[in-house]
């Protein structure tokens, strides 16, 4: 009885803790004064942010939040542990503060009598290498997020929190964002107030070396691409270049028919220093390409679908959004269930408008659909256990952290499994229609409403199917539903449009592309393994021939039929062994360990293709035709 009797009293106390410390949920309140985020980024050297933040406040007991969820990353990762330094003070004088043990991102303070504000100090320690997460400061540019380095109170709503914030920039540099500035005193820019959500959904990108390009000359609604480089002549660009990114934003126009901001401004950083991005905002977006996006233009054209996927996010995202992924404040657990819809009917839209505005060529365009098909055809062998509806707990499950066999593990593939399903509802649309009703006419009914609306307009499934339904009357929850729940193939959509999926013995430009930038040799289709060309396995595929003969990621091949190691020595031998049958026979290193592996395969080389289906109607080049 003893022992119960102090269980129970300690299982009371812990209970009572908790409820005194819980933070104060947000309530839909004005919120008094003005919240100042001053931030010094002058400390380039050293990658440190100094953070001032000024929070309007009354005497007694007050919680001071560290942004968790974060929009966009759709996961509880808001960086705390650059946060460094602490100092909160009221009048001048320090005030002790308590982080809540439950809540490691609310931190609790006494506001004394007299004081209508407190003063929180600290450092946002930004990373030194990419070891410690995505670098965002570097000699010539910076990436500031106001999330990462602000503190907000507790209790209120953050869109009714009004904000103003201020950054001093090394001397001399230049910046973008898509907020409003006030004035300019020297190297510190001071912005004009708004939301709290809204500053925290305009980023700045700061730099020595930079160029904006007008996108739409002469519009009310101004869009720019911002452009910050390593170095000045990474900042030239073709007239030919910026008419294709002219033309994404018409085709954007066209396909929605409304527009959700302002202004738009477009922030792109060339670089091989700062950490890569590509991360959607209502009124801006932070992206990053090679150095030779524009100097070496068809050797980069590989990433040209990451600004149509970003400004599509004004729509599909940011403007509308899940109805759980929509929150009081960045502190409330998000729920990511409809990311099928944001992020990938967002892909589906970013190679189409690639394809619409020339950033791609059509051909450029096919083969990239025919490795996405490939990847859910024969290189997610992790379907027979998940279905692409549960990757959409992948942001909180694993937050983008490597994994050992990521396509039987899978990772977030509501991205490009996603866009394979939208791709299926294209042709089923087209052909309940006859042909005359396609995806278009659900982009322009479901994101073109309310031209200049700012204010955030969740979604449901069943608002999905409703719009469905209003363009072809079909059960397109069962359709959905099987496609995001089953464990089957998701590539029924390129039968509809006229095309098949096939595999060859070349691959196609995109795939050979997509090996040049990772430095491998690709035989996942076939033999079951990617190596680079040092030999390091990068990937393996489960339960093909590589994987059951012993192979895993990490290990290393030191030789190839008893010669030194190379990666297109690795495709002769795949090729000749499907008339050669004796097996290929590897040395292979794991840890201290070598071993020799034998893999009895004589498929031959395996790469996706489309071949067009005779007698049908190429519905695909009616979706990437420009409109």
């Given at each position: 009885m003893k022992l119960r009797a102090a269980v129970l009293s300690v299982l009371l106390a812990a209970t009572a803790t908790g409820v005194h410390a819980q933070t104060p949920p947000p309530q839909d309140v004005a919120f008094p004064g003005t919240l100042r985020i001053d931030v010094d980024a002058r400390d380039i050297g050293r990658r440190i942010f100094k953070v001032k933040a000024t929070v309007p406040a009354q005497p007694g007991p007050l919680t001071l939040l560290y942004p968790q969820w974060l929009p966009g990353a759709h996961s509880p990762s808001g960086p705390i542990d650059k946060l460094a330094g602490l100092v909160v003070t009221a009048n001048g004088k320090p005030l002790a503060w308590k982080r809540d043990p439950y809540n490691v991102y609310a931190f609790t303070v006494d506001v004394p009598q007299g004081a209508n504000e407190v003063v929180a100090n600290f450092n946002f320690l930004s990373s030194q290498g990419a070891g410690q997460g995505r670098v965002v400061m570097t000699p010539e540019m910076l990436n500031l997020q106001w999330n990462a380095n602000s503190l907000y109170p507790a209790g209120v709503i953050t869109r009714n929190i009004q904000a103003q914030a201020s950054v001093t920039l090394p001397p001399g540099w230049a910046y973008a964002t898509a907020l409003d500035t006030e004035r300019r005193d020297g190297d510190t820019v001071?912005?004009?107030?708004?939301?709290?959500?809204?500053?925290?959904?305009?980023?700045?990108?700061?730099?020595?070396?930079?160029?904006?390009?007008?996108?739409?000359?002469?519009?009310?609604?101004?869009?720019?691409?911002?452009?910050f480089a390593d170095d000045a002549k990474s900042l030239v660009a073709k007239p030919e270049?910026?008419?294709?990114?002219?033309?994404?934003?018409?085709?954007?126009y066209k396909l929605y028919g409304a527009r959700h901001f302002d202004r738009y401004e477009f922030l792109l950083a060339l670089t091989s220093k700062l950490g890569g991005i590509g991360l959607e905002h209502q009124r801006s977006s932070e992206n990053s390409g090679d150095t030779g996006y524009f100097t070496e233009w068809d050797k980069t054209w590989l990433g040209r679908d990451l600004l149509p996927h970003e400004f599509n996010h004004s729509w599909n995202g940011k403007y509308r959004r899940g109805a759980d992924l929509t929150t009081a404040n960045f502190n409330v657990p998000m729920g990511d269930s409809l990311l099928w819809l944001y992020e990938g009917q967002t892909q589906f839209w970013g190679h189409v408008?690639?394809?619409?505005?020339?950033?791609?060529?059509?051909?450029?365009?096919?083969?990239?659909?025919?490795?996405?098909?490939?990847?859910?055809?024969r290189g997610r062998p992790g379907l027979a256990w998940r279905n692409l509806q549960d990757t959409t707990n992948d942001p909180t499950i694993a937050q983008r952290r490597a994994l050992a066999f990521r396509n039987y593990q899978m990772s977030e593939d509501y991205y490009s499994g996603g866009q394979m399903v939208w791709l299926d509802v294209e042709g089923k649309l087209r052909a309940l229609t006859g042909n005359k009703r396609s995806i278009d006419d659900f982009a322009k009914a479901f994101f073109g409403m309310h031209d200049g609306d700012w204010n955030v307009n969740p979604y449901t499934f069943d608002e999905v199917v409703s719009t469905l339904n209003g363009i072809a009357p079909y059960d397109w929850a069962s359709f959905l539903r099987e496609r995001l729940d089953g464990h089957g193939p998701l590539i029924g959509g390129l039968e509809a449009a006229g095309w098949k999926l096939v595999y060859t013995d070349t691959p196609n430009d995109a795939f050979k592309a997509q090996e040049t930038r990772a430095k491998n040799t690709n035989l996942l289709y076939s033999l079951g393994v990617a190596v680079t060309d040092g030999g390091a396995i990068t990937d393996v595929l489960w339960d093909s021939p590589a994987f059951n003969a012993g192979l895993a990621p990490g290990m290393s091949v030191l030789a190839?039929?008893?010669?030194?190691?190379?990666?297109?020595?690795?495709?002769?031998?795949?090729?000749?062994?499907?008339?050669?049958?004796?097996?290929?026979?590897?040395?292979?290193?794991?840890?201290?360990?070598?071993?020799?592996?034998?893999?009895?395969?004589?498929?031959?080389?395996?790469?996706?293709?489309?071949?067009?289906?005779?007698?049908?109607?190429?519905?695909?080049?009616?979706?990437?035709?420009?409109?």
């Amino acid at each position: 009885m003893k022992l119960r009797a102090a269980v129970l009293s300690v299982l009371l106390a812990a209970t009572a803790t908790g409820v005194h410390a819980q933070t104060p949920p947000p309530q839909d309140v004005a919120f008094p004064g003005t919240l100042r985020i001053d931030v010094d980024a002058r400390d380039i050297g050293r990658r440190i942010f100094k953070v001032k933040a000024t929070v309007p406040a009354q005497p007694g007991p007050l919680t001071l939040l560290y942004p968790q969820w974060l929009p966009g990353a759709h996961s509880p990762s808001g960086p705390i542990d650059k946060l460094a330094g602490l100092v909160v003070t009221a009048n001048g004088k320090p005030l002790a503060w308590k982080r809540d043990p439950y809540n490691v991102y609310a931190f609790t303070v006494d506001v004394p009598q007299g004081a209508n504000e407190v003063v929180a100090n600290f450092n946002f320690l930004s990373s030194q290498g990419a070891g410690q997460g995505r670098v965002v400061m570097t000699p010539e540019m910076l990436n500031l997020q106001w999330n990462a380095n602000s503190l907000y109170p507790a209790g209120v709503i953050t869109r009714n929190i009004q904000a103003q914030a201020s950054v001093t920039l090394p001397p001399g540099w230049a910046y973008a964002t898509a907020l409003d500035t006030e004035r300019r005193d020297g190297d510190t820019v001071v912005f004009k107030p708004i939301s709290y959500d809204h500053l925290v959904d305009s980023p700045l990108f700061a730099g020595r070396h930079y160029q904006q390009f007008d996108l739409d000359p002469g519009a009310k609604v101004p869009v720019h691409l911002n452009v910050f480089a390593d170095d000045a002549k990474s900042l030239v660009a073709k007239p030919e270049q910026l008419q294709a990114h002219r033309a994404l934003v018409q085709q954007m126009y066209k396909l929605y028919g409304a527009r959700h901001f302002d202004r738009y401004e477009f922030l792109l950083a060339l670089t091989s220093k700062l950490g890569g991005i590509g991360l959607e905002h209502q009124r801006s977006s932070e992206n990053s390409g090679d150095t030779g996006y524009f100097t070496e233009w068809d050797k980069t054209w590989l990433g040209r679908d990451l600004l149509p996927h970003e400004f599509n996010h004004s729509w599909n995202g940011k403007y509308r959004r899940g109805a759980d992924l929509t929150t009081a404040n960045f502190n409330v657990p998000m729920g990511d269930s409809l990311l099928w819809l944001y992020e990938g009917q967002t892909q589906f839209w970013g190679h189409v408008l690639a394809a619409r505005s020339g950033l791609w060529s059509t051909d450029q365009t096919r083969d990239m659909l025919a490795n996405v098909a490939a990847t859910y055809d024969r290189g997610r062998p992790g379907l027979a256990w998940r279905n692409l509806q549960d990757t959409t707990n992948d942001p909180t499950i694993a937050q983008r952290r490597a994994l050992a066999f990521r396509n039987y593990q899978m990772s977030e593939d509501y991205y490009s499994g996603g866009q394979m399903v939208w791709l299926d509802v294209e042709g089923k649309l087209r052909a309940l229609t006859g042909n005359k009703r396609s995806i278009d006419d659900f982009a322009k009914a479901f994101f073109g409403m309310h031209d200049g609306d700012w204010n955030v307009n969740p979604y449901t499934f069943d608002e999905v199917v409703s719009t469905l339904n209003g363009i072809a009357p079909y059960d397109w929850a069962s359709f959905l539903r099987e496609r995001l729940d089953g464990h089957g193939p998701l590539i029924g959509g390129l039968e509809a449009a006229g095309w098949k999926l096939v595999y060859t013995d070349t691959p196609n430009d995109a795939f050979k592309a997509q090996e040049t930038r990772a430095k491998n040799t690709n035989l996942l289709y076939s033999l079951g393994v990617a190596v680079t060309d040092g030999g390091a396995i990068t990937d393996v595929l489960w339960d093909s021939p590589a994987f059951n003969a012993g192979l895993a990621p990490g290990m290393s091949v030191l030789a190839l039929n008893g010669r030194v190691f190379k990666g297109e020595d690795l495709k002769d031998a795949v090729a000749a062994a499907k008339t050669d049958k004796a097996p290929l026979t590897l040395l292979v290193r794991n840890f201290d360990r070598i071993d020799t592996i034998k893999l009895d395969y004589h498929g031959g080389l395996q790469y996706p293709s489309l071949q067009r289906i005779a007698g049908k109607p190429d519905r695909l080049a009616e979706l990437w035709k420009a409109r």
